[in-house]
Every structure is written in structure tokens, then in C-alpha cells.
């Protein structure tokens, strides 16, 4: 691991093409949670960089940009995939440093994205109008599938590459630009991944930057009249923010938010396969992802079993160093998140809680690390069950019948994801049909790809990321009409 206690890196804004720092010269710090010390300074940009930023990304669009085809940002879509591959250790690293995410899970998933702007490559050259029959013969009408325009992306500080490529990949296959503002918490690798477009050939303004050391920033993005669309992944609590700040303008939005999603055990399952699926969907990344698995909603005749399976293999996670290769599970994000995450295990205690497993901080690592926790005995009524805790905590109860089942795994505010462990084929498609939640795995968790739509039900969001449909979430459809006939029509009839 790098020692950063006397060198921080740099990093600048981007916008309109360049490094830049904010207008006023403010910088912020950005905290390695492993170690607890800062690690990186950035530009602590305001209401005027992101001024700034908006006019950039405008002018792009009345620029080069606006009158490249499909095929041009297809190539350099292509390009940019190819150069995030050849970029991905460091931009992993960069990752790793900000929210403490395993070196492994990072590099994963920085060589994973390339596939996801060479799917939107595969997608930017067949956006297609259509001809429509008119009713009227002396009309030939047509569609035209045109970028949104300028949006503003808000990012999250887990995974903040990813959830921006989701964003990203389909909006440029699409022709829009973007002002982009990552979480404070971790910014540096969405600055260095902007400059990776540069090098690829896009037009300066096409992607910018902007970073701040407040919710203010991304507060001042989110209502700016000068956006087209906001594309949001977070908190619910915020995004409900993001979307009254949004309606302002009347701008569409694209919001991913929490979850609180389901594992349904049915007495059939291959019990140690769940156990591993269930441990993925909630230790890995140290359960902080939008889709954790974070309750267990097992069959009251395999409820011990599985649970012994589960803490059992609980107990032999390694915590610890980020970047060891060796290690399952890194810290906790930031302060605030530990402190939640704490508040969490006492309220859950308070509510009669039993710990399996698990339950308190693990301080001999320093830094803000949480065991994985399992609980037990909590009722689906409890705030552990109900609220997200982004953490490493599974929250177990039972059912007896499968209409019991659905009915616990619907009764959230939630809708993001969920899982159905049976071998019986019939049950598995039954009961996946009947949760609602936008993602729905069949003896499995946690597996995305770019071609497979995402996003939530109820309070986890609105629209869907990824799938050939994510390109309808960046375009407007224009309606052309052209006279053939050449005469003249009564200027007070409609049609
Ligand atoms: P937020 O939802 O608050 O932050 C997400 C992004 O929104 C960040 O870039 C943040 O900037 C920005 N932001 C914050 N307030 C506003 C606003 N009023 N208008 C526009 N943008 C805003 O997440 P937090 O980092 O604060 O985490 C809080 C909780 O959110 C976590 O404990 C977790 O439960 C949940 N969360 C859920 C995620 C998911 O994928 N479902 C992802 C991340 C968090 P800045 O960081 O600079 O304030």
C-alpha cells in the first residue's frame, strides 16, 4: 500500500477538455479509509464551476459533438473501452484508496467496463427512427431519435466508475453530454477516468467533472437550468431531493436508489449454495451496494442449518489490508457510514436482536472496519429489517408457506433486487414472477451485465439502467412531417 502521509496526489477538475481548479481555488481532501488519513486533495468546486461545466457540455452539443453519427461515437466508444482496460489497475487502485473496496473487486470491475461502452458501441450506430403510416395520405410522417442534451450525473461513493459507466455508455451512444459530480467521499478516479475520453478522441465538453466537498455542489448540478436530464444513484433520501430539484426544470430523471432485498430459502434448496450466494450478496463489498441481500427470509425447517452454514463460513472472512489479494472483506466507506452502520447493531440489539454472528466493530485493524453479522429472531416489523443499513448485516427470520414468503419479501418500501433458492423448477419461476423488485436471481445473486436492464420497484428508483432500453432513457423521439402534395389545406381544420 502507498504511504500517503506526506505526499497527496492531485487531482484537478475537468472541464471543457482541461484540468482546471475551482474558480475560487478551494480544495478538500479525500480520507483512505483503511489507513484513516487523507490520501488525495481535489478542487473543491461550487455553484460557478458547475456554471462553468453546464456552459462546456451546451457548447459541446451545439459544437463537433452535436453532429457526430452514430458510427463516429461508435468508434470512439470502442477506443474509450479499449483505454479504460489498458487504465484499469490504476483506476482500481484509485478506487481502492478513496472507499477501501478490495484491490480485487475494483480490478474486476474496471476490466469489466470496457464491455459496457463496447455493448453501447454495438447499440450507437442502429438508433433508428421509424416511417409512420399517417391516416392523412398527403403526409409522409417520420421519427427521429435525438440525444436528451446535457446531463448532470450524480454519483455514489461505492463503485463510483461502474455506476457512472451505466450512466455514461448509453447517454454518448445516445449523443448527449455530461457534467458529472462524484460523492465527495470518493472523487479522484471519476477524474481520472474523464481524461481517458480525452485521449480517446471526444470532443472537449463532452464529459466534465465537477468536484466538491459538500452536498451543495451536486445540489447546485441537480437544479441547474441548464441541464436537460439528471441520472442519480444514492441514498432514497437524496434522490427524492435530486428529483423535486429536478421537477424544477422538468427535467426527466433516472434515479437508483436503495434496497432492502430478499433472499427466499425454501426447504429444498441446495443449502450450501445459498449460503455462498447469500455471504456475496452481502459481505462482498462489505454489503455496500445498492443490491446487498441484506434479509434472509428462510423456511423455518432449514433456518438452523443454513444459518450455522452461513456463520460457519462468516467466521472465516479476512478482514483487513484493501489491496492484500488475500483479503474478503476491506472497511467500511467513511466515518459516517461506520457510524451508521454501528447505530444499526445497536438498534437491532434494542429491538431483541439475537447475534449469530458478528455485531460489533473489529478495532484491531484500526481503521472503520464492522465483522460480518449475522442476526436472528429479528421481526419483519423491526427498523433492521425495514431501513437500509449499507453494511455488512444480514437480518434472518422465517416463514412457513410459500404465500407467507412473498408476502414478507414484498412488504418493503423497496423493490431493487431479491433471490429464490429452490430446486423445484416450478416454485423457482412462481414465486420469482410474484416479488417486485427489477432484478429477481434463480439460485444466484449479484451478477449484472451491460445488456441486462437494472434498476428498482417502489422506492428504489425509477427507470432502469443497462439493456438496449437504456439508449429510449437518453433520446427523444421527434415526429417529422412532410407535406407531398403541395396544395393548400384549410388553416382551420386540425389534421
Ligand atoms: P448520498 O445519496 O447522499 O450521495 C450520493 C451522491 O449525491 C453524492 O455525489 C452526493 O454528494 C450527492 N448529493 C448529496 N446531497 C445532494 C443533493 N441535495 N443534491 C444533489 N446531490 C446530492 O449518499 P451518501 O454518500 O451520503 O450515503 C448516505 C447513505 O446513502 C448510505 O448510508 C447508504 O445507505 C446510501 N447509499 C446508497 C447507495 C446506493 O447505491 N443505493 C449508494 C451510496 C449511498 P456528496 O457526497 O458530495 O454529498
Redesign the pocket.
Known sequence: MIDHAHTLETFRMWIDGKPVDALTGATFESQNPYTGRPWAVLADGGSDDVDAAVSAARAALDGEWGSTTGFTRAALLRRVGDLITANAERLARLEVNDSGKLYREMLGQMNGLGSWFHYYAGLADKIEGRQIPSPNPNYLVYTRREPIGVIAA??????PLM?LTWKLAPALAAGCSFVI?????A?ASTVAFAELFDQAGFPPGVINVVT????????A???HPGVDKVA????????R??AL?AAENLNPVTL????KSPHIVFPDADLPAAANGIISGIFAATG???MAGSRLIVHESVHDELIRLITDRAATIKLGDPNDPDTEMGPVA?A??YE?VLHYLRTAENEGATVAYGGTAEHSLGGYFVKPTVLTGVGPESAIVRE????PVLSAYTFSDENEAIEFANDTPFG?AGAVWTTDVHRAHRVAAKVRAGTVWINAYRTVAPSVPFGGYGQ?GIGRENGAEAIDAYTETKAVWVELSGGTRDPFVLG
Open positions: 450524480i454519483t455514489p461513493w461505492n463503485s455506476l459530480k462524484p460523492s465527495e467521499h472523487p466538491g466537498s459538500s452536498a451543495r455542489t451536486g445540489a448540478l441537480a437544479g442519480f444513484t444514492g441514498a432514497t433520501s437524496t434522490g431531493r435530486v430539484a437508483e436508489l436503495g434496497g455496500q451496494t445498492c467513511n459516517p457510514q451508521k437500509e443499513v449499507f453494511g431493487l428504489s
